[in-house]
């Protein structure tokens, strides 16, 4: 593979220094490597011939073997074209050019066989076709098979690129260079699991046999880049663990003991129990922990996370947790402020409209250390913020948070603080082991007793008088509702126009209600009136955005009645549905739709209507949509490219890749071995830089 990577694609039979550039410019290949892993996106069939006589207009592409008997240049000007007579013994049929007509009219020789690929249209009860693929009957037999269509650009095209032409390039290529390739893939491994071999794998790729060999190649080669992938993460991880020390919190003292005994207001759950543990081993290992803690909304992460801030401050430390909006950071605050206010621990708010004189004060405190808790927005990271002795980090709602911010965290120690990245996001582990890298995963797998799940409904429009009793039913027993409305960064106009109407509306329907009204273009000071109003229970009912999405609790909701359902992502139906069910009342979810959707979009609403667990939730929707702004962090963010595996969908091949590469890292931690040194350098050519993985953590 080094050989075809270090050699440019200018010197391949066919290639030239003007397709090379144009090969580099458009499609980014720029050596043999890169050719051999420029993938099809799709395949055509090519094992059957048509006669011009059972030719349909329906048909998309076919091939014809036959004959040219003739070739007339007809027309003028933009009109001129090249016509050739082609026949299959039995009929006649036309076949037209209107572009490189002087070049294919010297290819092409009267009398011998050809077969042409493409269209056919009918006209005046006369077939033809528009710049077919010609092929000798030689080169069709010798591709038997699919054969690989690939993604091109219009310059490539009009530059005479066709995707015909690289499958040749690719062919001449595997023929003239790939006899030699070793495998870099253990030879026992690629037995146990039943996987092809390199060579095979990517002669398929491009010309499979049949779709049975097709997905075997596919699997050998996804495979492939994922091991390389995972080997990646762990010898990072590996060397960071070894590189980068941590505190070692030893001690649990006064702070979390007197805390446990008197302010802790309910019994902890199992799973709280277990990732306090976790995390209190990890923070005891004498290693920088950085962990994920996943758990659903209304699961309890906050009490998680402050009980362990009580163990950073035991052993001398001071704690900060970042959350990603204003009014998020100051319900932490009021919310952990509460419960440790009998402990005597000093807890501090900071967020950007934090006065200049509470700012200096809070300043002080945290270099002289009589601070204990910072809470606040992105203004915790700010430069002049100094910590005497920051031990411990709490990150909330973390996909909220840049890669470069959390970096600025990491740097604001010598010694790097333990860090906690809490989600209400659920991530499928196989995800979250890619994209988070090396971090631990613990996750809160049960909710609080008492609460009853949520009840999903699906209407339409027609339910909506329906709808509205029920909620003025639930408003006369106390209850509270939410109704959101979508917007959309490319339909804001339209969209607050709805939500305006939808608003007067509700008004208008239940005068004797008191409305809350809510949107994210509202200047803050009156977006956060409107939430008290309707959080201290001075409103009924809040017509809001998705603005309420993250974090905001009010236990005395019970109905939660999403707008155009159709046009939220299936994660975040989930977040907003985790808005109601945190009291004791039954509480209901009600998605309203348009009456005409999709069987796709029926089947995501049904998902919701079906399930009310986050992580199944969030895997259908992997499956649904793929991994969106997932991926698009992940390749940006971390320089990974992936050619071939998903990873959102190939779930199951993350896993083998992991079990893989762990034992081959646990007895060669530098992959030196001469077994392994074909691996090390695959890894490095794939991904150039080794990804920074503590950027993300
Ligand atoms: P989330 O995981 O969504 O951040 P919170 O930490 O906001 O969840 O907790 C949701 C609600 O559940 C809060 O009102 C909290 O006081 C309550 N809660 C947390 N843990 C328990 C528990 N063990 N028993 C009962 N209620 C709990
Ligand atoms: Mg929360």
Not at 182 to 195: F, G, N, S, T, Y
Not at 429 to 448: F, H, K, N, Q
Not at 455 to 483: C, D
Request: glycine share 8%; with cysteine.
């Amino acid at each position: 593979m080094e050989r075809l990577r270090a050699t440019d694609i200018m010197y391949l039979k066919g290639v030239g220094p003007a397709r090379a550039k144009i090969l580099g410019e458009e499609l980014g290949i720029k050596t043999l490597y890169d050719l051999l892993h420029h993938f099809p996106s799709h395949y055509i069939d090519r094992s059957h011939f048509y006669g011009i006589t059972s030719l349909r207009s329906e048909m998309t592409m076919v091939q014809v073997k036959g004959r040219f008997v003739s070739f007339n240049i007809l027309g003028e000007g933009a009109r001129t074209r090249l016509v050739g007579l082609f026949t299959d013994g039995l009929s006649t049929m036309e076949v037209v050019w209107f572009k490189r007509i002087n070049a294919i009219r010297e290819q092409l020789r009267i009398g011998s066989t050809y077969v042409i690929f493409g269209k056919p249209s009918e006209f005046n009860g006369r077939w033809s076709m528009v710049h077919p693929e010609i092929d000798t009957p030689e080169e069709v037999e010798s591709t038997i098979g699919l054969r690989g269509v690939y993604p091109l650009t219009e310059k490539l095209r009009n530059r005479g690129i066709t995707s015909r032409l690289l499958f040749n390039l690719v062919r001449n290529l595997i023929s003239s260079h790939l006899k030699t390739v070793a495998d870099p893939i253990p030879a026992e491994i690629r037995k146990r699991l039943r996987l092809m071999d390199r060579r095979e794998a990517l002669l398929a790729i491009h010309n499979p046999r049949d779709n049975n060999q097709l997905t075997k190649a596919r699997e050998r080669l996804k495979f492939e880049e994922l091991f390389y992938l995972q080997l990646n993460i762990l010898s990072y991880s590996r060397r960071r663990s070894i590189k980068f020390g941590g505190y070692s919190f030893t001690k649990i003292g006064n702070y979390f003991n007197s805390f446990y005994s008197q302010c802790l207001p309910f019994d902890l759950t199992g799973a709280q129990k277990r990732v306090i543990k976790e995390i209190r081993r990890d923070m005891n290992s004498g290693r920088q922990m950085n962990r994920l803690l996943q758990g659903d909304v209304g699961s309890g992460k906050t009490l998680v996370a402050l009980m362990c801030m009580l163990i950073a401050l035991d052993n001398g430390c001071q704690a900060c947790l970042m959350a990603p909006t204003e009014i998020l950071a100051t319900q932490h605050f009021e919310t952990i402020s509460q419960l440790a206010a009998k402990i005597g621990v000093n807890v501090k708010l900071l967020t950007g409209s934090t006065p200049k004189k509470a700012r200096d004060l809070i300043h002080s405190q945290l270099t002289d250390g009589s601070l204990h808790i910072l809470i606040g927005t992105h203004a915790v990271i700010e430069d002049d913020v100094k910590f005497a002795r920051l031990g411990f980090v709490v990150i909330d709602e973390q996909h909220r948070f840049g890669v470069e911010q959390r970096a600025k965290l990491w740097r604001k120690n010598n010694v790097p603080p333990h860090i906690l990245v809490m989600t209400a996001t659920p991530i499928p582990r196989t995800l979250a082991m890619t994209l988070y890298g090396d971090l631990d995963v613990s996750v809160i797998d049960e909710l609080p007793p008492g609460r009853k799940p949520v009840t999903t409904l699906l209407r339409m429009e027609e339910n909506r008088l329906e709808v509205y009793r029920s909620i003025a039913r639930q408003v006369k027993q106390g209850r509270q509702v939410y109704i959101v409305y979508p917007l959309i960064k490319e339909n804001e106009k339209t969209d607050l126009k709805s939500l305006e109407e939808g608003y007067e509306q509700i008004c208008e329907t239940f005068r004797e209600f008191r409305v809350a009204f809510v949107h994210g273009k509202m200047k803050p000071a009156e977006k956060d009136a409107q939430m008290t109003r309707f959080a201290s229970h001075q409103a009924d009912i809040l017509v809001a955005t998705t603005v309420i999405e993250v974090g905001v609790n009010v236990p005395n909701a019970t109905i939660m009645v999403i707008e155009n359902a159709e046009r939220f992502g299936l994660s975040q139906l989930h977040q907003l549905r985790g808005r109601v069910g945190r009291g004791e009342g039954q509480s209901y979810c009600i998605l309203m739709s348009k009456p005409n959707i999709s069987s796709l979009t029926r089947k995501r609403l049904s998902i919701m209507t079906s399930t009310t667990d986050g992580f199944i939730v969030a895997e259908a929707d992997l499956k649904l949509r793929g991994p969106g702004d997932l991926e698009g962090t992940l390749q940006s963010g971390m320089g990974i490219n992936l050619n071939i595996a998903n990873i959102a969908t190939d779930g199951r091949l993350i896993q083998l890749a992991r079990n893989e590469a762990e034992p081959i890292l646990e007895s060669d931690p530098s992959l030196a071995s001469p077994v392994n040194e074909p691996l090390r350098r695959e890894m490095h050519a794939l991904f150039d830089k080794t990804i920074d993985w503590s950027m993300i953590s």
